[in-house]
């Protein structure tokens, strides 16, 4: 194996972030002493998480020169960890990676074990990725959305719809029989419609004042917004309904009142897909494999080389992007 590897090398010049693909040198990569696995790369993603970190010196990233990407799946090539072995695909999400740890926009990885999951039998590395963090979110919100008692057929509003996390909400809620919502400013796109979208609001009907309790709209919903609009959204949720809160794109403050939960027993849910153990991660990917087939996927899919990773990021930042943009890291 060759002793450099071609990755993007992200770094800080008087508050100027500049990023470019570039050589790196394998004993770069951090060396972990507890099951450490070598991965070769094949596809990455480009998350919103990510597009932040290229774009907001120390938003996300704190260290230079670093590789970012919180996401990557590809082929172990060493391992001392005992549930893995060379020649394994597996893929790679949370943990830090891409923020703390180096990530998956390079051709090479080195992560510990217990921070990888197989792919599911009969799904490939594209379609692995693909789905990703976002579909991972998506599915962990509908799980608890289903653990607090929403049932198929009941109203489901989500926000941030042409998003990644927003379309699998979508994609999911429509296969399991829901009646979905989507929140977005983009009322026109049949992007939406191909997904399963039933009804379609302006989100600015949810970016205004927040009054204490409000018309009931909707039995549930999965937000990744934040701010502002979650407040709207709880204040608009149904008698006992409950609200999977997995995103902070409008703003992390949530100004509302303790009205929605004491008096109509509202649940507010926090979703987190980073630290999620990985039995649960396990329990989420088998679901995702059932439910998600690949002519879905290849209809949300935007692929991009390594090296327009920063021109996409500016884009994302813009809101103009949908779906989901997956990095194939060897052209």
Known sequence: MNESFQALVLDQTDDH??????DVKLDALPKEEDGNVLVEVHYSALNYKDALGLTEPGKIINQYPFIPGCEFVGKVIESDHLDFKAGDE??????????????GFSQFAQVPGNWLVKLPKGMDMREAITIGTPGLTAMLSIDALESAGVRPGEEVLVTGA????GSFSIILLHKLGYHVIASTGKTDSPYLQ?????????????????RPLARQRFDAAIDSIGGATLANILSQTRYEGAVAACGLVGGSDLPTTVYPF??????LIGIDSVMQPIVRRLKAWERLDELLDS????????????HDIPR????MMRGELSGRTVVRIHD
Request: no cysteine; charged share 20%; net charge negative.
């Open 295 to 306: 002519n879905v996927l290849n209809h949300m899919i935007h692929e991009i080389p390594l």
């Open 312 to 315: 996409h990021a500016e884009a």
């Open 262 to 267: 004491i008096l109509r027993g509202v649940k």
């Open 162 to 165: 042409t998003g990644g996390v």
């Open 17 to 22: 972030l500049h990023a470019k693909v570039t």
């Open 90 to 103: 597996v893929i790679a999400t949370g943990f830090g990676i891409g923020e703390r740890h180096f990530g």
């Open 194 to 210: 191909a997904l399963g979208v039933d009804t379609v609001i302006d989100r600015h009907e949810l970016e205004g004042a927040v």
